[in-house]
């Protein structure tokens, strides 16, 4: 076997991938599931740069996720507050309400964004460096700033706009 240490990459690399799937397939558990499979494959095929390849292939499972669910015609679970994924209740229903109507708007505005934009801002909230998200982006380093600094304007822009369209509606 290689010299990967894989306890210690397991440790350092699952709760970020695991982040990273969530924001795509928006259910903790299934993002935990896709997780254990890219290491699973991981662990088959020795790549050389493990870190960043269990990040292509768990974007490719979660991509071939949303297909199979497109297929069969169902819904993709919306995303639930970070701490209701994490198992823990609000006291207060009204502030409940609240929070997950805000995630709602933060998922339906992340995902207006271009496919650039939003792997740009999901590997980067996933702790990837700027020289992780070139290489998964096919971008110059140099680039990957920009990119971020233009994808977080345009996802506030348009979260904004759907506070608005909210507020106007009531």
Not at 7 to 34: Q, S
Not at 133 to 144: H, T
Not at 153 to 164: G, P, T, V
């Amino acid at each position: 076997m290689s010299g990967i240490d894989w306890n210690d990459l397991y440790r350092t690399t699952f709760p970020e991938l695991v982040r990273f799937l969530h924001r795509k397939v928006w259910d903790v558990e299934r993002a935990r599931d896709l997780a254990q499979e890219a290491f699973v494959r991981a662990l088959q095929h020795e790549p050389k740069k493990p870190r960043a390849w269990l990040f292509q292939v768990a974007a490719n499972l979660a991509k071939d996720e949303a297909r199979t669910a497109i297929r069969r015609k169902k819904h993709l679970v919306l995303l639930k507050s970070d701490a209701e994924a994490l198992g823990s209740a609000f006291a207060d229903p009204e502030a409940d309400l609240v929070e997950k109507e805000r995630w709602s708007a933060v998922r339906q505005s992340l995902e207006s964004l271009s496919k650039k934009d939003r792997d740009a801002l999901l590997l980067w909230d996933a702790g990837q460096s700027y020289t992780e998200i070139a290489r998964q982006l096919d971008l110059a380093v140099g680039a990957v700033g920009t990119t971020l600094a233009r994808a977080r304007k345009r996802l506030a822009e348009a979260y904004n706009e759907r506070e608005k369209a909210d507020v106007a509606r009531r």
